[in-house]
């Protein structure tokens, strides 16, 4: 089974710009999880979806938004970027296997940076 | 709010046991990950606490007091490739959101 896909790897945008992120769960995951990590904050909850649904999110501003789609896709938008978003953003899927649903699955991450 | 704390660097010798601690503080607590992450790379699972005490996994174990808002990492038999930082992460009940700790560094020395 293939695992969680994430593109692009690696990004540079310019402050004010806007970015989306893509990430493809492991086939029959349901759940997808966003993370941003950064050397200093560690790993942070952004949001997480269930069949197209957010079903929690963190203390992130609105400029932080995501969706996903009927085939459990997820994509993650940051617009007016600034120079704090640079960051890991790793996504993460779990099954919906019943006892199993608390194993989450990483991608490699998105390495943005903005300039 | 909800906190979690570990100890930011550890160093070990290989072939020797290392304990590595976790406290948390959060509300509707529902369970406890360790995570382990090598450098440039995503974290993998490593073991998830629901229930009070020690849950054994090859050279890896994990132990939980909910009461005391505790858990440990014990790795035994170090091996040089478990240099790695080693996340703590706490799961709310009916949150569907899990919060990391900032992770320990382990280095395992010749």
Redesign the interface.
Known sequence: KAGVTQTPRYLIKTRGQQVTLSCSPISGHR?V?W?QQTPG?????LF?Y?SETQ????NFPGRFSGRQFSNSRSEMNVSTLELGDSALY?CASSSPEQGRD????????TRLTVT | GQNIDQPTEMTATEGAIVQINCTYQTSGFN?L?WYQQHAG?????LS?NVLDGLEEKGRFSSFLSRSKGYSYLLLKELQMKDSASY?C?V?STG?????????TRLFVKA
């Not at chain 1, 904050?41 to 909850?45: D, M, P, R, V």
């Not at chain 2, 790379?41 to 699972?45: N, Q, V």
């Open positions: 759940s999880s993370y904050q560690g790993l942070q909850f997480e269930f079903r929690n999110k963190g790793l608390y194993e989450q699955y990483f991608g490699p991450g | 369970g990950f790379e995503a974290p993998t699972f998830y996340l992460a799961s949150g569907f959101k899990t919060i990391f700790g900032a992770g």
